[in-house]
């Protein structure tokens, strides 16, 4: 099974920001793992998901 690649534009479409951002992200190699295929860029879908996963706050727990 091939991993599944995102676009720039998918990308952010998934985590309701603008592309803009995860350029910036991208040139200053920040957040998000990429893979290069000649000029093209890919995000992979699992590091989207990483992404989300390591920036997830939980709820907190009520006392009593």
């Known amino acids: 099974m091939k991993p599944q690649m995102l676009t720039v534009h998918e990308a952010a479409d998934m985590l309701g920001i603008k ?3 995860v350029r910036a992200w991208i040139l200053r190699r920040q957040k998000l793992a ?3 295929v000649g000029r093209a860029v890919r995000i992979p ?3 989207v998901q990483k ?14």
Do not use: C, E, L, Y
């Open 34 to 36: 990429v893979v290069k």
């Open 45 to 47: 879908a699992s590091s």
């Open 19 to 21: 592309p803009a951002t």
């Open 51 to 64: 992404f989300i996963d390591d920036n997830t706050i939980p709820p907190q727990r009520k006392a009593g």
